[in-house]
């Protein structure tokens, strides 16, 4: 980390530097605080999500016919899998946020697209309207644009 003088210019904010005021140094610790608090939170949610994966898979191959799944039956389970994932991958944010102190823009990118992608997985194509589809495809294509601009720039 960069030590600044008293009163020197902070480069993102062109406001003053404040690292010596106790009450940003206060509320610096707390926001580091509850970051912690979700991070731990979020792994409860990664091990509910993977108990919900064992207990939706347990179900569907009980079902008569039983060890037989539909494509209805594989889609579900691939949507709780990607949930599961989506959840790790927000957890590393979070995780890197703590160490670095920086949002990683590219990671937050890749979040996102895997999000849209599950939620593409997933679709109901007989439920939805031609307009959400065109929607959908437009985030999409512009979050993998986005990733591959800032893949290509590092």
């Known amino acids: 980390m960069v030590t600044q003088e008293p009163n020197e210019k902070h480069e993102e904010t062109g406001m003053e530097d404040f690292d010596n005021d106790p009450v940003i140094r206060i509320?610096?610790?707390?926001?580091?605080?509850?970051?912690?608090?979700?991070?731990v939170l979020m792994v409860f949610v990664i091990l509910w999500g993977v108990l919900d994966v064992v207990w939706m898979l347990y179900n569907r191959l009980a079902d008569d016919p039983v060890f037989l799944l539909d494509i209805s039956d594989i889609l579900a389970v691939f949507g709780a899998f990607l949930a599961v994932l989506i959840a790790i991958e927000i957890f590393i944010n979070i995780t890197l946020y703590l160490r670095e102190d920086v949002i990683h823009v590219k990671l937050v990118v890749a979040t996102a697209l895997m999000?849209?992608?599950?939620?593409?997985?997933?679709?109901?194509?007989?439920d939805l309207q031609p307009d959400y589809i065109w929607a959908t495809a437009a985030v999409v294509l512009s979050l993998g644009i986005t990733y591959w601009l800032i893949s290509k720039k590092d």
């Open 27 to 39: 509320s610096h610790a707390a926001i580091r605080q509850a970051v912690r608090v979700l991070a």
């Open 115 to 126: 999000a849209v992608a599950r939620k593409v997985i997933v679709f109901d194509y007989k």
